[in-house]
């Protein structure tokens, strides 16, 4: 069995080894014969959009290949749908990376979650790497780019919260996105109902509603977070990176202004190209729209009036 083409994929075929996830949604599991690719089973399958979930598979096959590698390296996009008997059951997709992975000190191996970069260090899971002030700055980098990459394709990612960014800093910072069943094409249906995270919300937006304008609020909690190491900033409030982070005036002063400007009303929240200059300590200048330039106004007597026409000698 190949997942490599985009074609569903019969349940009947699947033998599902161990549980590894479980979620709200549905749980997530191994495959025999598979390794490295994963199974998530909706819990209720007749509440699954399948043209919708059709729509992200066909998303990662129109993309380049340098591209849909790169895709794959930062997220567990679905590859393939799961059916039975005409229904979706849910999907396959690839495994997170191993280095995104620590070991606790029940001897299991845990997802290392954005909650470990934007929390304070606790003594159950001092095992767990920790950035330097420049990787994480790097992450931050790789967190916007990777936004950036999902808009610029047309996409709405929709649930953007402390459990379903990954992060590394082995052998290099990097960041992947899991739970991708719920992106959907900007203007489109999502997969399931939308889901909302406590505490990453869009404040002005109604529940269950989202946007690339909702995404860019939920960016910048992100983004904010993991520069302060604080768990419960939002934009609005004061922004103070840890010591080392943003390393000169110039970027700090422009993360601040983007962070304030993010608790703005719709339309006016930065986009993650503006996060992106911000972050390379860029100078963003407004540029005023140009004006169209005033018509010529022409005298309709020269135009309609008689005219006297004259002799045009030529040259022997």
């Not at 919708?52 to 591209?67: D, H, I, Q």
């Not at 849909?68 to 679905?78: T, V």
């Not at 996105?177 to 919300?201: E, F, H, K, M, Y």
């Amino acid at each position: 069995m190949t997942v490599a083409d985009g074609a569903d994929v019969p349940l009947s075929s699947l033998r599902p080894l161990k549980k590894i996830g479980d979620g709200g949604q549905g749980e997530v599991s191994t495959l025999e014969g598979q390794p490295g690719v994963l199974y998530k089973s909706y819990r209720e399958p007749h509440r699954v959009a399948g043209d919708a979930l059709a729509g992200l598979v066909s998303v990662r096959l129109a993309l380049a290949p340098a591209e849909r590698d790169r895709l794959d390296a930062s997220a567990a996009w679905p590859l393939c749908r799961v059916v039975d008997a005409g229904r979706v059951t849910g999907f396959l997709m690839n495994e997170a990376p191993a280095s995104m992975r620590w070991p606790a000190r029940d001897g299991t191996m845990r997802l290392t979650e954005l909650q470990y970069l934007i929390r304070e260090v606790k003594q159950h899971w001092q095992q767990l790497l920790q950035p330097t002030p420049t990787e994480r700055y790097a992450l931050v980098v790789a967190f916007v780019e990777l936004v950036d990459r999902l808009h610029a394709t047309g996409l709405v990612i929709g649930d953007l919260s402390q459990a379903n960014v990954l992060w590394t800093v082995r052998p290099a910072p990097a960041v992947h996105l899991l739970d991708c069943d719920g992106i959907r094409l900007s203007g489109s249906a999502p997969v399931l109902a939308q889901a909302d995270t406590p505490d990453w919300n869009d404040p002005l937006a109604p529940a269950g509603t989202v946007t690339v304008d909702s995404d860019r609020y939920k960016a910048a909690l992100a983004i904010g977070r993991m520069l302060a190491r604080n768990a419960y900033l939002s934009p609005g409030e004061a922004l103070n990176p840890l010591p080392g982070v943003l390393d000169d005036d110039r970027k700090i002063v422009a993360v601040r202004a983007l962070f304030a400007q993010a608790a703005g009303a719709h339309g006016t929240r930065p986009g993650l190209g503006q996060w992106r200059a911000a972050l390379a300590g860029r100078q963003q200048i407004k540029l005023a729209a140009a004006k169209p330039r005033p018509r010529p106004e022409l005298d309709p007597s020269v135009i309609e009036g008689p005219r006297t026409r004259t002799v045009i000698r030529l040259r022997d």
